[in-house]
T-cell receptor, first 110, second 117 residues
């Protein structure tokens, strides 16, 4: 079945550091890929998405590229802020339902 | 409403009690999903509705779990004879169409945190 594996956390960074969270997937067909973010005390929010190979999703300075050859969708941000502290979830959309990774907790220190 | 609304936000119950969790999806959204998120884990699919029809309930952990959406809008997830392992955050999500889901993101509510004592 469909599954997502993402980098284990927690990850602690200083402000303005570079962030990468690795995500790989296993799926039949050609799923859409997503990154969701969960800020402290809030619900899941869609951060970015990509629906086909080589698509790049981007939002709020975050980027991820759908790599079919490596079945990956790594999340990157060039310069993180304290406000980026959150839990990040990689997810794939097969048929109609989402399959999520376990989440990566990111803490950014001032 | 502006977003997916879930109630209650927190629920504490004693083992063996029945609980009911409510979800108000975004108005006009055809598809509705329930997920269970255990502590430190990603959400796991429970069940899916398209309007009032429950098209997939393969993720429900046992026959103690039951979901309904009788008028194709509000949905209720019911758990009977609760067990400690049922403690989790229950998330509801909705999306607009039944067409190409690849471009229709799911919008999540804030969840109900269920604690079974």
């Amino acid at each position: 079945g469909d599954s997502v594996t993402q980098m284990e956390g927690p990850v602690t960074l200083s402000e303005e550091a570079f962030l990468t969270i690795n995500c790989t997937y296993t799926a039949t067909g050609y799923p859409s890929l997503f990154w969701y973010v969960q800020y402290p005390g809030e619900g899941l929010q869609l951060l970015l998405k990509a629906t086909k190979a080589d698509d790049k999703g981007s939002n709020k300075g975050f980027e991820a590229t759908y790599r079919k050859e490596t079945t990956s969708f790594h999340l990157e941000k060039g310069s993180v802020q304290v406000s980026d502290s959150a839990v990040y979830f990689c997810a794939l959309f097969g048929d109609y339902k989402l399959s999520f990774g376990a989440g990566t907790t990111v803490t950014v220190r001032a | 409403g502006a977003g997916v609304s879930q109630s209650p936000r927190y629920k504490v119950a004693k083992r063996g009690q029945d609980v009911a969790l409510r979800c108000d999806p975004i108005s006009g959204h055809v598809s509705l999903f329930w997920y269970q998120q255990a502590l430190g884990q990603g959400p796991e699919f429970l069940t899916y509705f398209q309007n009032e029809a429950q098209l997939d309930k393969s993720g429900l952990p046992s026959d103690r779990f039951f979901a309904e959406r009788p008028e194709g809008s509000v949905s209720t997830l019911k758990i009977q004879r609760t067990q400690q392992e049922d403690s989790a955050v229950y998330l509801c999500a909705s999306s607009l169409t039944t067409g190409d889901h690849r471009n229709q993101p799911q919008h999540f509510g804030d969840g109900t945190r269920l604690s079974i004592l």
